[in-house]
């Protein structure tokens, strides 16, 4: 109940800050923003903009656990600020450290939901599409892309998920194995589950044939 409690007030404060902070956005006053999602961290997370920047996303995803298990909405609320500081970071000037974040920010709303995460808190799944668009001209890390696979498959977004699997390879980070269980399991679909998630039945088997050779090329 006590967590329950803090997530709730947290939530609340967040909400009412980030009004504020759209506010400035809408002003161009940027750095009282970034002042004020810093004044977020500490208050919230004991963290700081330094801090966010310097630690990885899988440093952060651990300091939000707490006996043993991650708490995926505050997760999910951090990844929140630091998507709003990187497109602050954007609008203001700062595109790479504004990019930095948001590759940040994408991994741990994955996390996120990967640990359970309430996704209509703040909007996850558009989020992780907004940031997915965004990104797509950027190298994502691999474990990012990985967080990224197993979510698009979750919700059934089986062309996307192959884009992915096919990066994966490209950063040579994923097994020939791997690949070949994830068409594996398309092929039990039915043709109708796998339209809905943008692939035909010949695509999936076009798409086993191109990643034998694609691997077998890669290496």
Known sequence: ????????????????????????????????????????????????????GGLSARDLVELMRSGGAVESDKLQSLAKLVKEEGDILISSGDPDQ???????????????????????????????????????PYVLPADTERLLLDYQEELRRYDQAEDTLFRLLKSRAITREEGLLF?????????????????????????????LAAWEHQM
Request: charged share 30%; net charge neutral; proline share 1%.
């Open 1 to 52: 109940m006590l967590r329950k409690d803090y997530l709730v007030r947290m939530i609340e404060e967040m909400t009412e800050m980030i009004g504020k902070i759209f506010d400035l956005k809408q002003q161009r006053k940027w750095i009282d923003a970034l002042w004020q999602i810093d004044e977020l961290y500490r208050r919230l997370f004991r963290l700081n903009s330094d801090l966010i």
């Open 98 to 136: 504004g990019i930095r974040r948001q590759i940040k920010a994408l991994h741990l709303f994955l996390a996120a939901s990967q640990y359970g995460a309430h996704r209509e808190l703040w909007n996850l799944e558009a989020s992780v599409e907004e940031l997915r668009i965004l990104l797509k």
């Open 183 to 211: 068409y594996r399991r398309l092929s039990l679909l039915s043709p109708e589950e796998l339209i809905r998630g943008g692939l035909s039945s010949e695509e999936v088997q076009e798409g086993e044939l191109a990643w």
